[in-house]
């Protein structure tokens, strides 16, 4: 037995799951789907503070929920999450020409215990965190994101745009140890970056172009000195609300790189799947977990992205009839900041095909610009719904909780959270709807990826 809630919609969904031979059907989650109209008491996982208790952990928490102490803001509507998130999968899918075939547009420089929240609310689709920055220490509201390297905030003065948020604007001037990356130095060189004098420019060649700096970094109770980041002067893009971004990619310049002496470029989260709830973020070895599933790490020349290998899904407890060749052609990346995991087509249209067999007895829903498969549960106390497994190589199976399984627009509009790409060989995504409630961790210098279910 346990609990979640179809989020968005913030719908508990308390299920079993039982085999039955009269359906033909070897693994179902009975769901009872109970609206409710608020949200008024923290209920973290207990589990939760037993992970906090490592050697450095983060808690992460709902923006919009009663876990939150900040004060809340407009959020975006469901259908306006998805728009953004394939927007992210479009500059994914065009950074990673090698993977899909497409044309790789890496844009020109241009030279003119920390609470963390789920980033729906701040009109973004990704997670985010609190850290410091500078002496004294400025606390900023961040992204922390698997699929970027570089570290950036919004800085003063803005010499051309910077898009409203919440916290106040970064301002150097007001640290003491706040200093310009030399344009000589490694960092600087070794990047591409350009220089402006002698001080190292930076820019990612869509959202933010800035200084490229070092400053006292602050994940209470760690203090990180001489932390490289950008600052940004010029910054668009869907980050409304958040100072800028904390990048967990496997680059040199990521915070896991830097932080290697300290953390041993180990990192673990789990994203909780209650708007009510908790999860956590920590950092270093003692993040492992007993009885973790391992999949490796493939080694690949596209970065900023930590590649995973996917090789079969099951619906039912039955396999799909995938070929092995439709995963491998394609490659498949794990992100923290994608919301919906994109398949091949293949793969997409036999799993969409065998959940739809078993949801026969529901009225399917209008489709979304994203997502096809949906159902309209309006009425209904209980819903009997598929189990669903996803395949990694080194025999890692992972079966979704059933938060993993769907998104909600609301109870008439109950989606299926998987959504396939139009190209064969575009890059598959294996996005954070899915990883919810488990223990993700990232062993960079084993090169392995591990799972743990049933952790927030």
Known sequence: MGNGLFTLLQIYLLFVSFSTSALGLRKLHVVDVRAFTSRNVCSGPKDVERHMSVKQGLKIVDRHGPCSTLPPVEKLSPEQILSNDQSRVDSIHRQTSAVSGKDKTSGPLNTSQVTAQYGGSYSTANYIVSVGIGTPSKTLTVIFDTGSDITWVQCEPCQQHCYMQKDPIFDPSQSSTFANVSCNSAQCTGNSFGCSGSSCLYGDGSFTVGYYAKDTLTLTPDVIQN????????????????????????????????????????????LPALSSSTGYLNFGSSSNMPNTKRTPIPQHSDPPYYYITMTGLTVADQPLQITSTVFSNAGMIIDSGTVITRLPPDAYQALRSAFRQHMTQYKMAPSTTLLDTCYDFTGYDNVTIPSVSVQFLNNVSLELDPNGIFYVIDISQVCLAFAGNSNPRDLGIYGNVQQRTFNVIYDVPNEEIGFNPEAC
């Open 227 to 270: 932390f490289r980041f950008g600052c940004g002067q010029n910054n668009d893009g869907i980050f409304w609300e958040i100072a800028g971004l904390l990048g967990l990619g496997p680059s040199s310049e990521s915070f896991v790189s830097q932080t290697s002496d300290k953390y041993q470029r180990v990192f673990a989260y789990c």
